[in-house]
């Protein structure tokens, strides 16, 4: 399979207040042509920052410290980690070949602008269309997404929409020039888990017409089963795990990854079902433990643990930051 | 768009209507009235009550109240705005002759420091912690603080005194007559009524302007591959003006207070200085006068302010 982005080895530190956060701390995976990856983890673990990275869309005062962020093309690779932040390169790429929608469409979308001038301000420094031709792409991009009546919503604001609708026309603002790849940062986590079926099924469609890449931050494991071909779970800066959606939702090797999939209640199992949270809190990143970030909180700690865990490789495509995978897979 | 204009103008008449209702309840307590005025104090006192009567009843002086409001407003609707009580010339003549001068200055200092602050603000915000932006905050502070008379004394003496670049007070010289001439007259009173509210506005555009820049619907606008010019003022900048236009409206009364220093110590020809001269002469009439058109003025300019305020944010048109 095709692979179009690879993020090897990342580390994204934040420096404020004169203190240095390791942020995302030697994250790796790659992207590939027509699947769903999903970025899984807590709040403050870093999928959001690592997102932002690619696009180069990372605050003034964090950096990328190591580590290669690849966007490979027909006509050669592209090494987007050394490019200038501001620069026409990076800025050819954005919206044009990676697109990004965010998790609340109502301040992510200029309230004071239309609809349909938003979609077409993509337009504008992407292609050479002409005015009619960008109105008329507008609104079809949008009737595309399934808005009701596009030839009257594409000139109204974005105060005008409902919550569904404004995340399709997030999508098709990002949709605009046909990118590569759909970066999606917890896309739905602000709407109504009806509309959120809507907003999955559109993204599922979408993918299967442009044959696009959809890398998707969620923290929301049933979202994880329903869209994802591969799976990262991202634990304080550090990418844990890495495999396809089936074997991680059913033999998890971190114990990370499978205290997260003990902690989430199932519908239609009765009020007897157990719920599991994790024991603890997430560490402060300025006062991190030593070795394994998870450490406090797990059950399989050792002495060995207190050693930065290794990568093993449970299967072929199946990769664990932990020293105790195997007794964590028995365990299960 | 059309229907929030007529619903905001239509606003205007009841509220003109409380002040002028204000204003003639003010005239009412004044002490004495017209035939107290009109009758030398030798002969009043040589007058006899019914006579003095039979003068009131015609001219209409012992009418109830609200009879006499309503009358003192047809004419004032006609243009009849009685008379100054030292000069006798009549008041409309004074306010026609007076206003233009005044709204020459308060205009001219009202674009000068929305224009600059605005953008001395928008620029201090895109290099906050910079030295500029640093020095531009120290300056807006020393601006809010110095008070304008101050302000204008010693303008006058740098520029007027020492350099000799700008004449020190009043609005013409004889056979100037276009615009251009004068323009050296307006300079230095419309930057000085202008500084405080510059120094304002540019701390204030400041703020709003770092606000819109947080905003996640900045990050999208990169996400797009725009270009940062783009991004800072089209999605920055547009976004950050509404607040800034709402300050200026608030500001504007302060303006037009402002002048009556200002066109004093410039002598400037304007209904601020003539307003000072009613006050002190006690020339109620007058003052009742100026204040009720200070106030019209004041109330068209907010209105104007809500037309702006709508045109920038459409969330404001739809209730």
Same mark, same amino acid.
Request: proline share 6%.
């Given at each position: 399979?095709?692979?179009?982005?690879?993020?090897?080895?990342?580390?994204?530190?934040?420096?404020?207040?004169?203190?240095?956060?390791?942020?995302?701390?030697?994250?790796?995976?790659?992207?590939?042509?027509?699947?769903?990856?999903?970025?899984?983890?807590?709040?403050?673990?870093?999928?959001?920052? !690592?997102?932002?990275?690619?696009?180069?869309?990372?605050?003034?005062?964090?950096?990328?410290?190591?580590?290669?962020?690849?966007?490979?093309?027909?006509?050669?690779?592209?090494?987007?980690?050394?490019?200038?932040?501001?620069?026409?390169?990076?800025?050819?790429?954005?919206?044009?070949?990676?697109? @990004?929608?965010?998790?609340?469409?109502?301040?992510?979308?200029?309230?004071?602008?239309?609809?349909?001038?938003?979609?077409?301000?993509?337009?504008?420094?992407?292609?050479?269309?002409?005015?009619?031709?960008?109105?008329?792409?507008?609104?079809?991009?949008?009737?595309?997404?399934?808005?009701?009546?596009?030839?009257?919503?594409?000139?109204?604001?974005?105060?005008?929409?409902?919550?569904?609708?404004?995340?399709?026309?997030?999508?098709?603002?990002?949709?605009?020039?046909?990118?590569?790849?759909?970066?999606?940062?917890?896309?739905?986590?602000?709407?109504?888990?009806?509309?959120?079926?809507?907003?999955?099924?559109?993204?599922?469609?979408?993918?299967?017409?442009?044959?696009?890449?959809?890398?998707?931050?969620?923290?929301?494991?049933?979202?994880?089963?329903?869209?994802?071909?591969?799976?990262?779970? @991202?634990?304080?800066?550090?990418?844990?795990?890495?495999?396809?959606?089936?074997?991680?939702?059913?033999?998890?090797?971190?114990?990370?990854?499978?205290?997260?999939?003990?902690?989430?209640?199932?519908?239609?199992?009765?009020?007897?079902?157990?719920?599991?949270?994790?024991?603890?809190?997430?560490?402060?990143?300025?006062?991190?433990?030593?070795?394994?970030?998870?450490?406090?909180?797990?059950?399989?700690?050792?002495?060995?643990?207190?050693?930065?865990?290794?990568?093993?490789?449970?299967?072929?495509?199946? !990769?664990?930051?932990?020293?105790?995978?195997?007794?964590?897979?028995?365990?299960? | 768009?059309?229907?929030?204009?007529?619903?905001?103008?239509?606003?205007?008449?009841?509220?003109?209507?409380?002040?002028?209702?204000?204003?003639?309840?003010?005239?009412?307590?004044?002490?004495?009235?017209?035939?107290? *005025?009109?009758?030398?104090?030798?002969?009043?006192?040589?007058?006899?009550?019914?006579?003095?009567?039979?003068?009131?009843?015609?001219?209409?002086?012992?009418?109830?109240?609200?009879?006499?409001?309503?009358?003192?407003?047809?004419?004032?609707?006609?243009?009849?705005?009685?008379?100054?009580?030292?000069?006798?010339?009549?008041?409309?003549?004074?306010? *026609?002759?007076?206003?233009?001068?005044?709204?020459?200055?308060?205009?001219?200092?009202?674009?000068?420091?929305?224009?600059?602050?605005?953008?001395?603000?928008?620029?201090?915000?895109?290099?906050?912690?910079?030295?500029?932006?640093?020095?531009?905050?120290?300056?807006?502070?020393?601006?809010?603080?110095?008070?304008?008379?101050?302000?204008?004394?010693?303008?006058?003496?740098?520029?007027?005194?020492?350099?000799?670049?700008?004449?020190?007070?009043?609005?013409?010289?004889?056979?100037?007559?276009?615009?251009?001439?004068?323009?050296?007259?307006?300079? @230095?009173?419309?930057?000085?009524?202008? =500084?405080?509210?510059?120094?304002?506005?540019?701390?204030?555009?400041?703020?709003?302007?770092?606000?819109?820049?947080?905003?996640?619907?900045?990050?999208?606008?990169?996400?797009?591959?725009?270009?940062?010019?783009?991004?800072?003022?089209?999605?920055?900048?547009?976004?950050?003006?509404?607040?800034?236009?709402?300050?200026?409206?608030?500001?504007?009364?302060?303006?037009?207070?402002?002048?009556?220093?200002?066109?004093?110590?410039?002598?400037?020809?304007?209904?601020?200085?003539?307003?000072?001269?009613?006050?002190?002469?006690?020339?109620?009439?007058?003052?009742?006068?100026?204040?009720?058109?200070?106030? =019209?003025?004041?109330?068209?300019?907010?209105?104007?302010?809500?037309?702006?305020? =709508?045109?920038?944010?459409?969330?404001?048109?739809?209730?």
């Amino acid at each position: 399979m095709d692979t179009i982005l690879t993020v090897d080895n990342l580390h994204i530190n934040f420096y404020t207040n004169n203190r240095c956060n390791e942020a995302v701390r030697g994250v790796s995976f790659q992207l590939k042509k027509g699947r769903t990856l999903c970025l899984v983890g807590e709040s403050g673990c870093g999928k959001s920052v !690592t997102a932002s990275s690619i696009m180069r869309l990372l605050p003034p005062l964090s950096r990328i410290e190591e580590g290669e962020i690849i966007y490979h093309t027909d006509q050669g690779d592209l090494r987007l980690h050394e490019l200038d932040p501001n620069g026409p390169e990076i800025r050819s790429i954005r919206g044009a070949e990676i697109a @990004m929608i965010f998790q609340d469409p109502m301040t992510a979308l200029n309230p004071v602008y239309t609809v349909g001038f938003q979609i077409r301000e993509a337009f504008m420094y992407h292609t050479k269309m002409a005015a009619a031709a960008m109105k008329e792409k507008a609104v079809e991009l949008l009737r595309s997404m399934r808005i009701p009546a596009p030839e009257q919503r594409v000139n109204e604001y974005i105060h005008q929409y409902s919550g569904g609708m404004r995340q399709r026309a997030m999508i098709a603002m990002a949709m605009a020039c046909n990118p590569q790849i759909l970066i999606a940062d917890e896309p739905t986590t602000a709407l109504d888990v009806t509309v959120q079926a809507q907003i999955f099924d559109l993204m599922n469609d979408l993918q299967r017409e442009h044959n696009a890449a959809i890398l998707l931050i969620t923290h929301d494991m049933g979202v994880v089963a329903e869209l994802a071909h591969d799976v990262v779970v @991202m634990y304080m800066g550090d990418a844990v795990e890495n495999g396809p959606v089936e074997e991680i939702l059913t033999k998890p090797a971190h114990p990370y990854t499978s205290a997260l999939l003990r902690s989430i209640p199932v519908l239609g199992q009765s009020k007897s079902q157990k719920l599991e949270p994790i024991r603890g809190s997430t560490p402060d990143p300025y006062n991190r433990p030593k070795g394994c970030q998870f450490r406090p909180r797990c059950d399989f700690a050792t002495e060995k643990c207190l050693q930065d865990p290794e990568t093993f490789d449970v299967s072929a495509d199946h !990769t664990v930051k932990c020293w105790h995978w195997e007794k964590v897979l028995a365990n299960a | 768009m059309l229907t929030y204009t007529l619903r905001k103008l239509l606003m205007l008449i009841p509220m003109l209507l409380v002040i002028t209702f204000l204003i003639y309840v003010g005239l009412e307590l004044t002490p004495g009235d017209a035939v107290s *005025f009109m009758v030398g104090p030798d002969a009043l006192a040589n007058m006899s009550p019914e006579r003095l009567n039979e003068l009131r009843d015609a001219l209409g002086l012992n009418d109830p109240f609200i009879v006499r409001y309503f009358r003192w407003l047809g004419r004032a609707l006609q243009g009849d705005f009685g008379y100054s009580l030292t000069s006798g010339v009549p008041i409309k003549t004074i306010v *026609f002759s007076r206003l233009p001068a005044t709204l020459e200055l308060s205009i001219a200092a009202l674009i000068v420091s929305t224009i600059l602050g605005s953008i001395l603000g928008m620029i201090s915000a895109l290099r906050k912690g910079s030295v500029l932006d640093v020095s531009l905050t120290v300056a807006g502070m020393v601006g809010v603080s110095i008070p304008q008379f101050f302000f204008a004394l010693v303008s006058i003496l740098i520029f007027s005194f020492n350099l000799g670049w700008l004449p020190s007070g009043g609005r013409t010289l004889p056979g100037y007559t276009t615009f251009l001439d004068r323009l050296p007259h307006l300079v @230095m009173p419309a930057l000085v009524l202008g =500084a405080t509210m510059t120094a304002g506005v540019m701390r204030y555009s400041r703020a709003s302007m770092l606000d819109a820049l947080s905003k996640d619907y900045i990050k999208t606008a990169r996400s797009k591959g725009l270009p940062e010019w783009r991004v800072n003022l089209m999605h920055g900048f547009r976004v950050a003006l509404t607040p800034v236009v709402v300050l200026v409206g608030f500001r504007l009364p302060m303006l037009i207070g402002g002048s009556v220093v200002v066109e004093q110590i410039f002598q400037w020809p304007g209904i601020g200085k003539e307003f000072v001269a009613a006050v002190r002469g006690q020339n109620l009439p007058l003052v009742m006068m100026i204040a009720l058109f200070t106030v =019209a003025a004041v109330l068209i300019a907010s209105f104007l302010v809500d037309l702006v305020t =709508a045109l920038l944010d459409p969330r404001i048109r739809l209730e």
